[in-house]
């Protein structure tokens, strides 16, 4: 099993429309996690971070379930500009804490 | 934009040619990392370097070379490379990174193309 696995997608949702990202990981010793954005030939650049507590962000929500090992993104009214790729952050923990990336998300946001 | 500067921005080598890829921050950061991105793949941590000390080799073929000065700067010294070493070569720096420590938002640069013929 992968340790943080994502939908690659591709999402294709309409301008206006609500669309929600999970994203699981295998090692319940993670201790932080990050939503980042990708667009096409860019680097990665941070969206948010999760917390326990789950935080908003303007129309970008991110919660963090550490029971069922997953976190999900919810992006309300989508725009066209959201179109890119989620990439989903998973710090481990065990002697120095590793990033690990998901392979990421698609979304593609049409008029 | 992001305080990391990567150079060259593009790479094309041959097998037998030796490179460096250079990257800097102006974050006044103490972690460096390498990473590679290919297509359809994601994003694979190379090396990590905290405070000037590499901190994580990912199990990376000896043809990569990582160098860390100091806390600015870090290089990617490349030779011997084959054509699937082709990727996005990405820099990233963070402000701290300790076995006791969280990591916090990593600020990436702009990435070096490489393409190995």
């Known amino acids: 099993r992968k340790e943080v696995e994502q939908d690659p997608g591709p999402f294709n949702v309409p301008e206006g429309a609500t669309v929600a990202f999970n994203c699981t990981y295998s090692n319940s010793a993670s201790q932080s996690f990050f939503w980042y954005r990708q667009d096409c030939r860019k680097e990665p650049k941070l969206l948010m971070s999760?917390?326990?507590s789950g935080n908003e962000d303007g129309r970008f929500t991110a919660q963090l379930n550490r029971a069922s090992q997953y976190i999900s993104l919810l992006i309300r009214d989508s725009k066209l500009s959201d179109s890119a790729t989620y990439l989903c952050v998973v710090n481990h923990s065990g002697g120095s804490y590793i990033p690990t990336f998901g392979r990421g998300t698609s979304l593609i946001v049409h008029p | 934009e992001t305080g990391v500067t990567q150079t060259p921005r593009h790479l094309v080598m041959g097998m037998t040619n030796k490179k460096s890829l250079k990257c800097e921050q102006h974050?006044?950061?103490?972690?460096m990392y390498w990473y590679k991105q290919s297509a359809k793949k994601p994003l694979e941590l190379m090396f990590v370097?905290?405070?000037?000390?590499?901190?994580e080799n990912n199990s990376v073929p000896s043809r990569f070379s990582p160098e860390c000065p100091n806390s600015s700067h870090l290089f990617l010294h490349l030779h011997t490379l084959q054509p699937e070493d082709s990727a996005l070569y990405l820099c990233a720096s963070s402000q701290g990174f300790s076995d006791r420590d969280i990591p916090d938002t990593q600020y990436f640069g702009p990435g070096t193309r490489l393409t190995v013929l």
């Open positions: 999760v917390y326990s």
């Open positions: 370097y905290s405070l000037e000390e590499r901190v």
């Open positions: 974050l006044g950061h103490n972690a």
